[in-house]
């Protein structure tokens, strides 16, 4: 096989800085509440692959295992983060998060 | 306690006395408290006054220390010597004589015992003034009868005109004590003290002096508070305006001592002013000036009072340009003189007032000769001094001035002219004034001739004693010609002799002499015939020809414009300072920029942050990665 | 003096005891307790002031106790030469105030009279602390009982006028805690530890960048306390309306600190910098001097009018200690003494006029007919503003405008120049002013016809008797100044030796010399 420029483990860290901005970005900028939570499941998904790319760089197995507690975590805010959009769906009646602006200075 | 502290102190007790509980007091007790502590005052001084005479030795009398601190010592000291001497007695004798004379014209006054708390007050400054051995003490006394001056010009407070004229005195007066004051310290900063016999001395030295440009600043900004004390050019223009007050008033006060303070100020820096001919020069030539310009504005006045007034600001012309020809004796002579006849005349006038219930324009007085002969024969009498007719008292003092102004050594033709002319114009405005209101036709309303009567007996021995030292003082003081052809002594000039020697007469022929005085009289009797001639009794209505036309009687009406001037220019320009600039353009822009746009300031810049508080959650959390990414950065960079 | 009664620490002390005793006891106690406190108080300050001479030994007075070592923080209390006379005039002040406002609505209120008690508790606070830092913490904390007598208990405009009195002297006071502050780290890194303490932070030599930026801090917080010309916006503001108690107090003590703050800290910390800045001090004085005086020319509001002319005289204050010579720098101490009474003494008969007549005080006039007594009082105040001689007014005037018109001659004749000349030539024509404003103010308020006259009472004879002590002060100082000038020696020669640019006093010879032969 020739030498490609970037090797594998150096894609996969691209690609999982890439997915982490896709979602840092769409946390930021997208007006709707579950697309919001969606984009952080993103961000999580991106850093498992950048851990388990590093583990399988290093050849270690610790790495593998943060994954776990990454998903469990990840399960555990969907749970929490679905019971407050209920919540706040009833509240105001929307999913738009630009319209809760009561804080505004 | 100390002799001359006493002198000072007994009016003042009268002041205190009058002033707290006088209002509760009889009247009799009032006038009695307020007679007799300056009378005993007088008393004292004579006894001084022989008790030097005798000796010969000036008496001094530290009371305490004012200030004493490394490189500045004053004293609270008091001084008599021979012009002190005379000072004193004038002020205490014609002082007493005018509170006498003012318990009469009082008596039916609302605020009698203020009245004569005031007096006494002006009393007790007026002795500090003349007593004090430093130019502080003198201060003093000089602020002080300011002070008084300013209370009793207002006294009648509740009309605004008058208590505007005592503000415009005191204001006046501030302006030539601002210019004492720098001269005072210029005086420190040159001789090293302010005691009057250390100044003295200093500039008798023949040693390391100072230069002329030095000493004369000195005399001009002494020259300075002295004009605006003494009512000289051009800090004249308080003086007619001080005709407010009750009449023994500006008898005592704006006639007989306080404006001849700076006179004796004058006086008692002699040895200053001789060091410096450019200052005497200046001393001699403003005093000329306002002799003349003086007697011209007598001119045209109707109000009888102002006539006086304008004639006092002429005769202290006179002392202060015989003091600026180094004739200081002779100076202070005219003002023994002229206190005695000044106050003669404005006590007459009071005498008219008083019979004619307050009316002082001339217009509206005549042929009150027959009505009041008392008061009109005292009146005369002081009159003819004025003008200095021999043998009255004027002759003597006045002829004596022009004689220097001819033969002094800074003496001139046109310094012996001007006080010719302005004697002449004396003579002639006084007999206008004594032609017109007491002779010719009566012009006194009807309501009031039924009510005219001769003073009571306290104003009328008063004019008695006026009228007699009117006739009488001159003789004491003898012109040089006299004394050489009679053989007779110059008891007054002996007297001051050790404190002012003479001025340094060239000697011009007795013959001289002798003729410049007839043509001094000569001149006086002119004047007299020419006011016969328009204002006499034969007369048919001696105002007929006024008002004259033409335009020197039309500035000199309007007193040259200085009045315009000050009231035109400078208050006018100090209100459109004050509120135009000031007030409603610096102060007002000042408060915006430092109160009103400083607070808009950080009210704009508080919305600007307010900004970042989109109250969007997402923004939020955009922040906070924001701010992790910069601190990782800052962490990767400094590890 | 029984050294272990500590009486600075007891000056301090009696009006906070007196201040909580208020907030326990029952509110009808509370006038008869505070004028209690404030008498004990005026009387110990009594006693120091006539014990106190140049030769004492301050020990006598010291209070000293730690309060922050590592930082050298204590809380450290004495008199001295600097503080003598400020003493007497805060403790006088303040009991003579409250007697004068005896039967005002607010004097029943305890809030009033703690907060003025506190008030007296940190200025006596400032004026005696020997800790730089106790120094900031008192001065600052002034502005606490002040702002709040403003706020609570002022005219109608009372809440901008608080503001702009508490944020604009905060500003000020900010760079004043960081010239503290940097004095600090100067001792720091000059002595190896954190000292606070006078003594040593006076000891300390800085360098002339230093100096420049204490100075300049210093002068800035002074001046807006002072107030001086262009700093002084607030004056008009605060002046009308606070309270009548509150605006004699400011005026009269409050300003003090203003000076006391050049006198003790802008001139010792910058030996080197504050007689080069002196020339432009002088003018910063003498603009304050004349516009103060001109805008009085035509003040219709009798309150700012009185503020106007405490701006001028506290012009002269500043202008005496920055020419650097004895006798101006004793002229300063008295003016000090003489104005905090005079313009107290104005403002309390103008609280007395205003309690009686309601807010149409501002058109009263022809009050001789309808007040006598008042209107004698009122006078005699306003004759010490004019600086007749007799009164306190003139001598301290005498002295400043000597001092600083031999200075300035002496300058001139140095060769550095007329600036301090002509500075003591104009200041010399606010006496001018001084006359024109103070008279025509008398003449608006106390003389027009009888039928303008208002229904006032006069003022009774216990009325009259607060102001026998500050009349009694204005004369004795107006006739006597050489018993009390001793006690402000040690100052005036100390300023003086640490500027020694020019000689105090030119020997006569020496500028007859000069002048002699030269032919200016």
């Known amino acids: 096989m020739r030498r490609r420029k970037v090797d594998k483990y150096q894609f996969l860290i691209g690609l999982a800085v890439a997915t982490f901005a896709a979602g840092l970005l769409g946390v930021v900028i997208r007006r709707n509440l579950l697309v919001v939570v969606m984009c952080l499941e993103i961000m999580l ?50 999913l738009d998060l630009a319209a809760g602006d009561e804080l505004k200075g | 306690m100390s002799a001359l502290a006493l002198i000072a102190a007994l009016p003042l007790c009268g002041f205190i006395v009058n002033g707290v509980i006088g209002s509760r007091l009889p009247k009799g007790l009032v006038a009695a408290i307020a007679c007799v502590l300056p009378a005993l005052a007088f008393i004292e001084t004579c006894r001084m006054f022989l008790q030097l005479a005798d000796t010969g030795a000036p008496i001094t009398e530290t009371l305490f220390t004012w200030v004493a601190i490394p490189g500045l010592t004053i004293d609270a000291a008091l001084y008599f010597d021979q012009i002190a001497a005379v000072m004193c007695l004038v002020v205490t004798g014609v002082g007493t004589l005018i509170h006498i004379y003012s318990i009469g014209y009082m008596f039916h006054d609302r605020s009698f015992a203020r009245y004569f708390a005031y007096l006494n007050l002006f009393l007790f400054f007026m002795l500090v003034l003349v007593l004090g051995k430093n130019l502080v003490v003198l201060f003093v006394g000089w602020e002080g009868v300011g002070l008084a001056s300013y209370l009793l010009i207002g006294f009648w407070f509740e009309d605004r005109e008058k208590t505007a004229a005592g503000l415009k005195a005191f204001v006046v007066n501030r302006v030539g004590d601002t210019g004492f004051i720098l001269g005072a310290f210029l005086v420190y900063n040159v001789v090293g003290s302010l005691d009057f016999q250390d100044i003295n001395a200093f500039f008798a030295l023949a040693g390391d002096r100072p230069s002329a440009a030095v000493t004369t600043a000195v005399g001009v900004l002494l020259l300075i508070g002295a004009c605006g004390k003494s009512a000289q050019i051009p800090l004249h223009v308080w003086l007619p305006d001080a005709m407010a007050g009750p009449t023994p008033v500006s008898a005592l006060i704006h006639a007989a001592t306080m404006v001849t303070a700076g006179v004796y100020l004058l006086a008692r820096l002699n040895g200053l002013y001789l060091e410096s001919p450019a200052a005497m020069a200046i001393v001699a030539w403003v005093g000329a000036l306002t002799a003349l310009l003086g007697a011209t504005m007598a001119v045209t006045q109707f109000n009888l009072k102002k006539v006086l007034a304008y004639s006092t600001i002429s005769q202290i012309g006179l002392m202060v340009m015989a003091c600026g020809l180094g004739a200081f004796s002779v100076g202070l002579f005219h003002l023994v003189t002229h206190a005695f006849f000044k106050a003669g005349l404005f006590l007459g006038a009071g005498a008219v007032l008083h019979a004619l219930q307050g009316e002082e324009d001339m217009r509206k007085m005549g042929a009150l000769a027959k009505k009041l002969p008392f008061t009109f024969v005292t009146f005369l009498v002081a009159a003819l001094a004025l003008c ?20 002094a050594a800074n003496g001139s033709l046109g310094l012996w002219l001007a006080g010719l002319t302005a004697s002449g114009l004396t003579a002639f405005y006084m007999f206008r004034a004594v032609f017109l209101t007491f002779f010719g036709a009566s012009r006194v309303p009807e309501k009031l001739i039924a009510h005219v009567h001769e003073p009571p007996l306290s104003m009328s021995s008063v004019l008695v004693v006026l009228a007699l030292g009117s006739l009488l003082v001159g003789f004491i003081g003898p012109p040089n010609a006299w004394v050489e052809i009679a053989h007779v002594s110059a008891p007054f000039y002996d007297f001051l002799a050790p404190v002012l020697p003479p001025a340094g007469e060239e000697h011009h022929p007795i013959g001289t002499e002798l003729a410049l005085m007839a043509i001094a009289v000569l001149v006086a009797l002119a004047g007299i015939y020419f006011a016969w001639t328009r204002f006499g009794p034969r007369v048919a209505y001696p105002l007929a020809r006024e008002p004259s036309r033409g335009f020197v009687p039309w500035v000199v009406g309007r007193g040259f414009f200085f009045d315009a001037f000050y009231d035109g220019v400078i208050v006018r320009f100090m209100d459109w300072l004050s509120e135009s600039v000031l007030a409603r353009g610096l102060e007002a822009g000042l408060a915006k920029i430092t109160l009103a746009k400083s607070a808009d300031a950080v009210r704009y810049a508080s919305t600007l942050f307010t900004r970042l508080q989109t109250g969007n959650v997402q923004t939020y959390a955009f922040y906070v990665l924001l701010g992790l990414a910069l601190t990782l950065w800052w962490g990767a960079m400094h590890a | 003096m029984p050294e272990s009664w500590a009486p600075s620490l007891l000056c301090l002390g009696l009006p906070l005891v007196g201040a909580i005793a208020i907030s326990l006891l029952p509110d009808r106690m509370a006038r008869s307790l505070s004028m209690l406190a404030m008498l004990a108080v005026l009387a110990l300050s009594l ?20 309060w922050m070592p590592s930082l050298g923080i204590n809380l450290h209390l004495g008199i001295d ?7 007497l005039l805060s403790a006088l002040l303040f009991p003579v105030v409250l007697a004068c406002t005896w039967t005002s609505a607010e004097s029943r209120r ?105 100075f300049v801090a210093i002068m800035l917080a002074c001046a807006v306390k002072c107030p001086l010309v262009p700093f002084h916006s607030w004056l008009p503001l605060a002046y009308n309306e606070a309270p009548p108690a509150a605006s004699a107090l400011m005026a009269g003590a409050l300003s003090k600190m203003g000076a006391f703050g050049i006198l003790k800290l802008a001139l010792p910390f910058a030996p080197d910098v504050a007689p080069a800045a002196a020339p432009y001090m002088v003018w910063l004085a003498v603009a304050s001097i004349l516009y103060g005086a001109i805008l009085a020319l035509r003040e219709e509001n009798y309150k700012r009018l009185v503020a106007y002319s405490s701006l001028s005289h506290m012009g002269y204050i500043v202008l005496g200690l920055f020419s650097f010579q004895q006798t101006a720098i004793h002229g300063s101490m008295l003016q000090m003494l003489s104005h905090g009474v005079a313009v107290a003494g104005l403002f309390l008969l103008l609280g007395m006029l205003e309690q009686r007549c309601g807010s149409a005080y501002r058109q009263v006039t022809a009050l001789a007919i309808a007040a006598p007594r008042l209107a004698v009082l009122l006078m005699l105040f306003v004759l010490t503003s004019v600086a007749l001689p007799l ?33 003591a030539l104009l200041a010399s024509s606010g006496m001018i002013l001084g006359a024109a404003y103070m008279l025509r103010f008398a003449r608006a308020i106390l003389f027009d016809s009888s039928d303008r006259a208002p229904a006032v009472r006069d003022l009774r004879l216990g009325e009259m008797t607060p102001f026998a002590a500050p009349l009694l002060l204005i004369l004795w100082i107006g006739i006597a100044p050489g018993t009390i000038m001793s006690k402000a020696q040690g100052v005036a020669s100390q300023l003086v030796q640490a500027a020694a640019t020019v000689e105090p006093r030119p020997a006569a010879p020496a500028i007859a010399s000069v002048w002699s032969g030269h032919g200016k």
Do not use: H
Not at chain 3, 81 to 87: A, C, E, S
Not at chain 3, 145 to 165: C, D, E, N
């Open chain 1, 45 to 94: 998904n991106a850093v498992v692959l950048a851990f388990v790319t590093f583990a399988a760089r290093a050849q270690t197995l610790d790495g593998v295992a943060m994954t776990f507690f990454v998903y469990v975590a990840a399960s555990c805010e969907v749970a929490l983060a679905m019971a407050i959009v209920v919540l706040l769906v009833k509240r105001r009646g929307s």
């Open chain 2, 388 to 407: 200095g007719i021999p043998p009255f008292a004027g002759f003597f003092s006045k002829d004596e001035i022009l004689w220097n102004a001819w033969s």
């Open chain 3, 47 to 66: 006693q120091i002031f006539l014990a106190y001479d140049a030769a004492t030994d301050p020990a006598l007075f010291d209070f000293n106790l730690p």
């Open chain 3, 81 to 87: 030469g600097f503080n003598i006379y400020l003493l």
């Open chain 3, 110 to 214: 305890p809030l009033y009279l703690a907060l003025m008690l506190i008030l007296e508790a940190s200025l006596l606070g400032t004026f005696l602390a020997q800790n730089l830092l106790l120094f900031f913490v008192f001065w600052e904390a002034v502005l606490i009982p002040m702002g709040v007598l403003i706020l609570v208990f002022g005219g109608g405009q009372r809440r901008p006028a608080a503001m702009a009195f508490f944020l604009y002297t905060l500003a000020g006071s900010v760079l004043l805690l960081a010239a503290v502050i940097a004095l600090g780290a100067e001792c720091l890194r000059q002595t190896g530890s954190w000292s606070f303490e006078l003594t040593i932070l006076y000891g300390l030599r800085l360098d002339p960048s230093m100096q420049l930026l204490v």
């Open chain 3, 391 to 423: 009164t306190s007014g003139f001598t301290a005037e005498f002295l400043i405008l000597l001092g600083a018109f031999t200075q300035g001659l002496a300058a001139w004749g140095a060769g550095s120049g007329a600036g301090l000349l002509i500075a």
